[in-house]
């Protein structure tokens, strides 16, 4: 899937709405999140338009690895160098945007085990 006409990520993908883009590449768009949890809370997304990561996985496993090195890219651009991924799936588990995004949180200390 390459675009979903009612996804929000999409339009940010496409220019259609704006985003607070911070990093840009042939696969992947990452913007900061419009309601922040952290210092730094930037998400990255595919360009291309699936429901969660493990349909990405599904659609193409190294365009995970493209999120993932975004991310670090990211991270490193903010000067922060601990961090935490997050790939929310399913609603239950928190996704309430179902366009594949990770989250890169940092800036802040983390607890463990989540909310
Ligand atoms: P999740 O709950 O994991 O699906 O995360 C979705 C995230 O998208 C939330 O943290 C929202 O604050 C964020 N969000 C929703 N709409 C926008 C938008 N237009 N621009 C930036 N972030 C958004």
């Not at 883009?21 to 768009?29: A, G, I, Q, R, Y």
């Not at 999120?67 to 991924?85: I, K, M, N, T, W």
Request: hydrophobic letters at 45%; one cysteine or more.
């Amino acid at each position: 899937m390459t675009g979903d006409e009612d996804c929000v990520f999409c339009k940010i993908v496409s220019g259609e709405i704006p985003g607070d883009v911070v990093l840009s590449t042939d696969e992947v768009v990452a913007f900061r999140d419009l309601q922040p949890v952290a210092p730094t809370h930037v998400l990255v997304v595919p360009r291309a338009h699936a429901p969660d990561a493990a349909a990405t996985a599904a659609d193409d496993p190294a365009l995970l690895g493209a999120l993932v090195s975004a991310g670090a890219e990211v991270a490193r651009q903010e000067g922060v160098s601990d961090y935490r991924l997050v790939l929310n799936t399913g609603a239950e588990a928190g996704q309430s945007v179902f366009h594949t995004h990770l989250h890169v949180l940092g800036g802040r200390a983390f607890s463990w085990p989540p909310g």
